[in-house]
């Protein structure tokens, strides 16, 4: 088995874009939503729903730029200077340097929305969005990851603030009382998912820690008694060089477990910021272990709304339900809407690279 496939075989759902931002009113009056991105995914009362990230921001005016700092109760607080201004570093439309200090352009927050049938989604009555609510989650709550074990849900997201990006964990039995366990990952560290079956009576976790002047963002993979308290970190999957992951790695969601091994869909980018989907294989006993890699993408940006956005040439995902072969695997693309793919999990297992890892 080794580079079968040097193409896309992702079916795209012919819905797509399934949400836009003009499908979710912004939690302000003072704020525009300009981007849903990648969701987690889960089955509750007979429903498909996703946890949508959605990122919203001021009102921007000629000449000027106005990005959120703060929430606190659902309202943020802006900072507005002048394009002009030497200080202000806007060369990324994702984030803004000022004075020596790094912001987001916008704030996220998480939005439960649920479909009969996995196409067609909507917001729910009775289910409130999830903010952030601690000094370490002030610039907002991204990219979660849904795990259920023994009917309890598990929420591994990313909290941002001026003091760096890490992972917080909540709980829930019933999407409406949530029990925060606060940061579980310090900074910087992101892209965490725990495993759905728990062996050796340990929960196990992917994450990923990252060095820019050291290292890399590499795979990570992690032990805990209680999910809360990881350690006996390992590093499982690096970067690779010239290829289509040579830049930055991270975990999709819960690995897949499949007679061949713990199967992974991760996303990988290249020195241009273009972002596609592979995947990982691990030994079953041995979850440190790689078995197999994607030398190839097995999904990347080709469609319109996957190439252009609020940040282009991106397919990025958190979530996906298993339907015997079938991987239903929702996605994030350019930064702005979401969309619904197909895999089959043999044909993704017979195009895995046994020797490239």
């Known amino acids: ?137 002030s610039y907002g709550i991204e990219d979660c990851r849904v795990t259920e074990i023994d009917e309890i849900y598990y929420l591994t997201y990313t909290m941002v603030s001026a003091y760096g990006v890490g992972v917080g964990l909540m709980k829930t039995r019933d999407w409406k009382r949530f029990e925060r366990k606060g940061m579980i990952l310090p900074p910087h560290n992101k892209d965490c998912a725990i495993f759905e079956l728990k062996f050796r009576d340990r929960y196990y976790a992917l994450h990923r820690p990252s060095s820019t002047e050291f290292g890399g963002n590499y795979i990570w993979l992690a032990e805990s008694p209680d999910a809360v308290h990881w350690g006996n970190h390992q590093c499982i999957a690096t970067t690779r060089e010239n290829m289509w992951d040579s830049a930055r790695i991270g975990a999709g969601c819960s690995p897949v477990k499949t007679p061949k091994g713990w199967l992974i869909i991760y996303h990988g980018a290249d020195a241009s910021n273009r972002y596609c989907l592979g995947a990982i294989l691990l030994s079953i006993h041995e979850p440190w272990i790689v078995i197999g890699r994607s030398s190839s993408p097995l999904m990347e940006p080709t469609e319109e709304y996957e190439l252009k956005g609020f940040f282009g040439n991106v397919i990025f995902t958190n979530g996906h339900l298993v339907v015997g072969d079938k991987l239903h695997l929702y996605y994030g693309a350019s930064d702005e809407v979401i969309c619904g793919a197909d895999l089959s999990i043999q044909e993704i297992l017979d195009s895995l690279d046994l020797e490239n890892k």
């Open 1 to 137: 088995m080794k580079n079968v496939f040097t193409r896309d075989i992702a079916v795209r759902f012919e819905e797509n874009p399934l949400l836009t931002p003009s499908d979710i009113k912004p939690s302000s009056k003072n704020l525009v939503v300009v981007g849903l991105m990648n969701p987690a995914v889960f089955r509750f009362n007979k429903k498909t729903w996703l946890l949508v990230r959605v990122a919203q921001r001021p009102h921007q005016q000629h000449g000027f730029i106005t990005f959120p700092v703060s929430m606190d109760n659902g309202e943020i607080e802006t900072l507005t200077y002048p394009n002009s201004d030497p200080k202000l570093d806007l060369s990324d439309p994702r984030k803004i340097r000022y004075d020596g200090r790094d912001y987001l352009t916008t704030h996220s927050y998480l939005k439960l929305m649920c479909s009969d049938e996995g196409r067609e989604f909507y917001e729910p009555e009775n289910y409130v969005p999830i903010f952030g609510s601690s000094e370490l989650e």
